[in-house]
C-alpha cells in the first residue's frame, strides 16, 4: 500500500493522474458539447430542457456526475502542484535562453488551466447550482399534438414545492412539465461580458486540449509509430479546433439572436 502511494504521490504518479482525469474530462466534453448543440435546435428550448432534466434526475447520470466534480478538482489540484514544482525546480531564467521545443501551450498550461477553473466554477453556478438548488429557474409547460406533431408552450407554476417534472398524455397531446433552464441560457448569453468571457474561455480550452490531449497519451505510454499520428489528428481538429467552436458559437449566437 505504501509504495502506491508512494508512486501516486511521484511526480510521474501525478502526471498519470492528470493524463487519466484529463482523458474522462475529453468523454465528457464530447457528451456535453452535443447535448449543448440542442440550443441549436429551433425548438424553443423543448429539446435542451429535456436535456438539462435528464442530466439532473437519471441516477446513473448523476453518479457520473459527481466522478465529474471529482476528477475537475483533482485535474485542477494535480495540475497545480505540478506548475509550482516546475516553477520551483527553476527559481532563475536562464541567462540565454535555448532554442525553445515546446509549444506555447505546452509552457503556460498553468494558466490555461487556471482560465478554465474559473470558468467553470462560474458556469456551473450560473447554470447548474441555480438549476438544481434553487428557485431561480422557472418551469414550462410543452404540449404536442401527437397527430401533428405541433408543439405549444407556455410559462407553468408548479402546485407542490417538490415538483420536478413531469409527463402525461391527455387527449393525444403529450404533457411535459420541466423547469425552464433555456431561459437561463438566454439571459446569461445577453450579456455581452460573459459572451466575450465564454469565448475567451474556449480559447483557453483549444490551447489546453492542444497539448494535454497528446500529452495524456504520451504519460500512459500509448506511443505508435502508427497511430500516433491519428493521436495528434484528433487531438488537434476534433478536441482544439471543433469542439472549442462548437462551445464558442452558442453563446455568440444567443446574443445576436436573443439579445434586445
Same mark, same amino acid.
Given at each position: ?16 493522474? +492528470?493524463? &487519466?482525469? /484529463?482523458?474522462? =474530462?475529453?468523454? !465528457? #466534453?464530447?457528451? %456535453?458539447? *452535443? ?73 503556460? +498550461?498553468? &494558466?490555461? /488551466?487556471?482560465? =478554465?477553473?474559473? !470558468? #467553470?466554477?462560474? %458556469?456551473? *453556478? ?135
Amino acid at each position: 500500500m505504501s509504495e502506491i502511494k508512494q508512486t501516486f504521490n511521484s511526480s510521474l504518479g501525478k502526471k498519470l493522474i +492528470m493524463a &487519466l482525469t /484529463g482523458l474522462f =474530462l475529453c468523454t !465528457f #466534453i464530447i457528451v %456535453h458539447v *452535443g447535448g449543448n448543440l440542442l440550443l441549436f435546435s429551433g425548438d424553443n428550448g423543448f429539446g435542451f430542457n429535456v436535456y438539462a432534466n435528464f442530466l439532473t434526475h437519471f441516477p446513473p447520470i448523476e453518479v457520473i456526475a459527481y466522478l465529474l466534480y471529482l476528477s475537475i478538482a483533482v485535474h485542477a489540484l494535480y495540475g497545480l502542484i505540478l506548475t509550482v514544482k516546475n516553477r520551483k525546480s527553476r527559481p532563475v531564467g536562464y541567462a540565454v535562453q535555448p532554442k525553445a521545443t515546446a509549444s506555447w501551450s505546452s509552457k503556460n +498550461m498553468g &494558466l490555461l /488551466g487556471s482560465i =478554465l477553473f474559473l !470558468f #467553470i466554477v462560474i %458556469h456551473m *453556478g450560473d447554470f447548474w447550482f441555480k438549476y438544481k438548488y434553487t428557485n431561480t429557474v422557472a418551469f414550462k409547460e410543452y404540449r404536442t399534438d401527437l397527430a401533428t406533431g405541433k408543439t405549444t408552450e407556455s410559462a407553468y407554476t408548479p402546485v407542490s414545492a417538490d415538483f420536478n417534472h413531469s409527463v402525461s398524455t391527455e387527449n393525444n397531446v403529450e404533457i411535459v412539465r420541466l423547469k425552464d433552464l433555456h431561459a437561463r441560457v438566454v439571459y446569461s448569453f445577453s450579456q455581452w461580458w460573459y459572451v466575450l468571457f465564454y469565448v475567451i474561455a474556449m480559447g483557453a480550452l483549444a490551447f489546453h486540449l492542444l497539448h494535454g490531449f497528446q500529452s495524456a497519451f504520451r504519460t500512459l505510454g500509448w506511443v505508435h509509430r502508427k497511430y500516433t499520428p491519428i493521436v495528434y489528428a484528433i487531438g488537434t481538429w476534433f478536441f482544439a479546433v471543433i469542439i472549442p467552436l462548437a462551445f464558442a458559437a452558442m453563446p455568440v449566437y444567443y446574443f445576436f439572436v436573443y439579445a434586445k
